[in-house]
């Protein structure tokens, strides 16, 4: 079978490659999961360097289109960093060449690196003389400016055209390359530069906004984790009436790299159930928080006596698919426009209640991880997705999109209606989840509801919940049922049965297994309708896992009850933050991803 290689291209890779040596991590291998690659930054060079080589190949795969890299680690702390390819629409890349980009990784010899390439050529059918362009961007820990420079030596190696976007907050990069591929079609996504962005977003927000009735009465305090969100808001800015809405933004060090995601941020608000470092709101001052990458963001404020209230992704969901619903009801589009809300096993019961019950919407479910929230929403006319930890967005189908275009509105209030659904289809970033779009989706909802973060709140009760884990010998053995996403176990066989038996003694009780996505263990997340139900269902769950020999007899967990953290302990299982809403991975270590 012809290599369709070019033998001077490899000459060029292999004497690039002995700049950036593969670390030395043993038997440890690297995997590229959903959030591409993600380790201690010194281990990374090789990595990124290998990323170039993929993201050329898979340029020439997809016919000269841009691909985008980005170069960061979201909420991890300031000496990890990551690296993830975005495919030519801005979404991620494809899972099927997901082990096309592990395996160069994981190439530790010449040879081995030839062969790879070779590999990836032929049964991904690459053609050599297609056209290749890459763009990317990093964040803004000190060791992206060492990656880039990984990276610009793969992309010269191989003779691709590559943009360096500089430091761009995780969106902004993958609005970029569907912008970039979308340039000269009937209708591009937006202006191809960072400026572009931030048009999109003002002229959308002001004409999303002005048919609110009155501005919020408050201001909006941001806590951007000292990271790239911080001089991208304040960029944003300088594009949205400053009449309208007054915004606060804190936590902008950037210059600090100690400081990135120290004691704030998403992530930290999220999983610690309560607020950031430096924390001097009033009672029901309206707080949100982005990550180090600005693609997640969740809501919270205080109560009289310095209660924490936390207003998380099902929470966004939950206002994001009323409102929308609203806007199609009251513009006439609802016998031509569907709308659902996609969740994981880990969103609140409370909010699956409130959406069926209270929207009257339909709840699809899907395993763990945007990549599959994302594909099903997609196949919605108005899919709205965010897992807990604040990533998401909504899709709007090209099908939902034309009714919009073709309604002709029997009434100015129609009109009006119409006319603001239109806006969100612009102000939304449809790529991926965005913390800057979808805060100004949340203060223009907001506005146009005259909602307080009370009445927010106010819409349902959270279900106390707690998340554990449990080691296990062999976590393949916890297979989970296709189709139940992930809620109901096959394997081993006296677990499922076990777990309805002890669901069954608690009101509103609801408990799943999962194997851990990275170490030998699994993840018991379990609700109940009062805090000490929880923890004892949970509880009872780890015990009897613990007792079937396959390990146990410690682990992580996470609690949160309807007015904040739970503490203590559950018999053996300590009490510990957990990350990623549910995965709960100590992602300084070489892992598959999020």
Sequence with gaps: MATNINEAEFKAIIKAA??????????????YGTAGFRMRADLLDYVVFTVGLVASLRSRKCGG??????????????DDNGVKIVDPMGEMLVSEWEPYATAMANARTPDKLRNCFIQIIQNAQVHDHNARKVIFARDTR?????????????????????????????????????ATNTEKMDKPYGEVSEEGYYKKMGKAFN???KRATKPPSSPVTVDCANGVGAPKMKKLLEYLPKDILKINVVNDKIESAKDLNFQCGADYVKTSQRVPKDFDGKPYDRWCSLDGDADRIIYYFVEDGSVFRLLDGDRIATLAASFIGDLVRKSGLEDAITIAIVQTAYANGASTKYVEQTLKLKVEFTNTGVKHLHHVAAMKDIGVYFE???HGTILFSERAQKAMRKHQPQSPAQMEALETLRALTDLINQTVGDALSDFLLVETILAHKEWTVREWLSTYTDLPNKLAKVLVSDRSAYKSVEGTAERRLLTPKPVQPRIDAIVSKYRDGRCFVRASGTEDAVRVYGEAGEVYDTEDLVGKVCEFIGGLGGGGGGGMSDSVGPAGRLGGESGAYQTQMLRESGLGRDLREPQAGE
């Design 207 to 209: 004409e999303a906004i």
């Design 65 to 78: 289109n841009a691909i985008g890299i980005m170069i960061t680690a979201s909420h991890n702390p300031a």
């Design 142 to 178: 000190p060791s992206g400016a060492r990656l880039v420079r990984a990276l610009k030596a793969a992309l010269e190696a191989t003779n691709t055209e590559y943009v360096d976007y500089g430091i761009l907050t995780t969106p902004q990069l993958h609005y970029l390359v569907k």
């Design 388 to 390: 807990a930890n604040g």
């Design 18 to 31: 002995e700049d950036w040596p593969r670390a030395d991590t043993g038997n440890t291998d690297f995997g």
